[in-house]
C-alpha cells in the first residue's frame, strides 16, 4: 500500500484519511490500531463534491441575477446567506459594538446531503419566483 493510492493529510500531528478503497479502509484500521489511549477518532459524511458545489452557486448566481426580496437585489452572498438562514433557522443577538447580528449555519460547513436539501429548497423557491436555472 503506497501513499500516492491513499488519501491522506496531515497537519499539526492530525491525519485525516478519506476512504474510498479497501487500501485506505486498511490504513484507517491499521492507524486505529496503533493509536495510544486518549486518541481522538472522528467519523464524518462525506463532503460535498465539487460538482455538487457548482450547482449551488450557480443556482444562487440565477437568484441573484433575476430575483428581488422586498423589493431589493441582494448580492450572491446576501442570497446565501438569506436561503441558509430560512432553511436553517437563525439567532439574531446584539452585537459587540451596538446594532445586530444574524448567527447561522455555514454552507462550507455542510455535508453533500445537508447541501442537497438545502439545494431543493433553493429550486423550490426560484421557480415560484420565477427564476430560470443556468447550469454553471
Known sequence: MTQADIKTWVKDRTTIVTI????????????LDESPDGTIFELRPPRRS??????????????ARQAEWCGDSLSEEDWKRL?????????????????????????????????????????AWGTEHGVIFEEE
Request: charged residues 30%; positive net charge; glycine residues 4%.
Open 50 to 63: 465539487d460538482d455538487q458545489n457548482r450547482r449551488f452557486h450557480a443556482s444562487i448566481r440565477s437568484v
Open 83 to 123: 436561503f441558509l438562514a430560512s432553511f436553517y433557522g437563525q439567532l439574531v443577538v446584539k452585537s459587540l459594538l451596538g446594532g445586530f447580528v444574524v448567527l447561522s449555519k455555514k454552507s462550507s460547513e455542510m455535508n453533500r446531503a445537508d447541501l442537497a436539501e438545502l439545494q431543493e429548497f433553493i429550486y
Open 20 to 31: 474510498e478503497s479497501e487500501k485506505s479502509r486498511d490504513l484507517a484500521h491499521k492507524l
